[in-house]
């Protein structure tokens, strides 16, 4: 569904609604389920680089923010079958999304992008890294040789990612976003004023005290939790990995025009 310029609000809900981004997602009802009772049961696979503790040990509890942040049924009895996210969820998302994203250009900040998602969502922090560049924002480098236990934290186009056997790694992990905190610590650098990011690279960024941004599936509720918590700014419900990552064109090109950044 190609679109020529920035879409409107109504054009952009048909897209996320028609490419499956929003909507009708791929993601099944018990695939959702079963990830919010791993959380509640205390799997930090996850938590997404986030320190829960036993504030979401009741799945019901987590279903409910699903339902309220992301569009997820809230009828515990659906179990099996099609779930959503609800497209005006995840503009209205993407508009708190590019305030944040204004008041870093505002300020000329240090922002910081990274992606455990390189399939689907790279292209989309690397357009809204090269729009804040433009803007006079201060993209954070990364350390050099910095790995974790699944493979090495590498930069390519402005955006961290973990690279695994010449190839870019799919990671819900935080120990990436924690690695580069740490040596930008232990070199005297400052840490970003912003993390834009997903899965835990977000979740570390946030629990760490950095202001973060992120994406999110609707299995992946951790992410939702802490922005209902205050530990991140906003959370966007998509689909995070679709058929074709030029799917997410028009929701990016919408982002920055929202935040007077096109």
């Not at 959503?84 to 708190?96: F, K, M, N, S, Y």
């Not at 006079?136 to 186009?157: H, N, R």
């Amino acid at each position: 569904m190609p679109i020529s310029g920035t879409p409107s609000r109504a054009e952009l809900l048909a897209h996320l609604t028609a490419t499956r981004i929003a909507g009708d997602v791929a993601t099944p009802r018990e695939n959702n389920l079963s990830h919010y009772r791993k959380l509640a049961n205390g799997d930090r696979h996850y938590w997404l680089g986030l320190e829960l503790g036993d504030r979401w040990g009741d799945e019901q509890d987590v279903l409910a923010v699903m339902a309220e942040r992301a569009g997820v049924s809230d009828d515990a009895e659906h179990r099996y079958g099609q779930d959503t996210i609800d497209p005006e969820l995840t503009v209205a998302a993407l508009e708190r999304m590019a305030g944040r994203l204004r008041k870093a250009a505002d300020g000329q900040q240090r922002v910081l992008f990274a992606t455990g998602h390189p399939g689907g969502l790279l292209d989309v922090h690397r357009a809204t890294a090269a729009a804040l560049r433009a803007a006079g924002c201060e993209i954070v480098v990364i350390p050099d040789g910095l790995a974790t236990d699944e493979g090495y934290v590498m930069q390519f186009a402005d955006v961290a990612v973990l690279e695994h056997g010449a190839t870019l790694w799919h990671t819900h992990s935080g120990e990436p976003m924690k690695a580069i905190l740490t040596a930008l610590e232990r070199e005297g650098r400052p840490l970003p004023d912003l993390v834009v990011a997903d899965h835990g690279w977000a979740g570390y960024a946030g629990q760490h005290g950095v202001d973060s941004v992120g994406y999110a599936d609707c299995n992946d509720p951790a992410l939702f939790l802490a922005e209902a918590e205050g530990t991140l700014q906003v959370t966007v419900p998509l689909d995070d990995h679709v058929v074709s990552p030029r799917h997410y064109d028009p929701m990016t090109v919408y982002l920055l025009a929202e935040a007077g950044l096109a």
